[in-house]
Nanobody, 128 residues
Framework: QVQLVESGGGLVQPGGSLRLSCAAS????????VAWFRQAPGKERSLVAV????????FYADSERGRFTISRDNARDTAYLQMNSLKPEDTAVYYC?????????????????????WGQGTQVTVSS
């Protein structure tokens, strides 16, 4: 059974950093694009960042660009989201998702139905 398991969330002060991990099992991880989404209370789930299967293409949503870094290690079947300079508005449940993305257009990477597998989410709280 395919599983994506996120870890690394927690409580951090504004300006702090966290590194989220997404470990995959029972999946040919290197064939899948991986995205991080987040959902804050009362808001819709939104794209944070996405990385192609090879790591050659990366996209960040505007509010995360420059602060967050997405990466992957296909040898470890794991993707990461390094989050720096965290703000209270970054508070949300963060989900990783994997999909066989046919291309790296905005239409594709923003389409949540393109992602076949989803993790259970990890809570990130930014507060003093």
């Amino acid at each position: 059974q395919v599983q994506l398991v996120e870890s690394g969330g927690g409580l951090v002060q504004p300006g702090g950093s966290l590194r989220l991990s997404c470990a995959a099992s029972d999946i040919t991880f290197s064939r899948y694009g991986v995205a991080w989404f987040r959902q804050a209370p009362g808001k819709e789930r939104s794209l944070v960042a996405v990385i192609s299967w090879s790591g050659g293409n990366i996209f960040y949503a505007d509010s995360e660009r420059g602060r967050f870094t997405i990466s992957r290690d296909n040898a470890r079947d794991t993707a990461y989201l390094q989050m720096n300079s965290l703000k209270p508005e970054d508070t949300a449940v963060y989900y990783c998702a994997a999909g066989r993305l046919p291309d790296f257009t905005m239409e594709t990477i923003y389409n949540q139905f393109r992602y076949t597998y989803w993790g259970q989410g990890t809570q990130v709280t930014v507060s003093s």
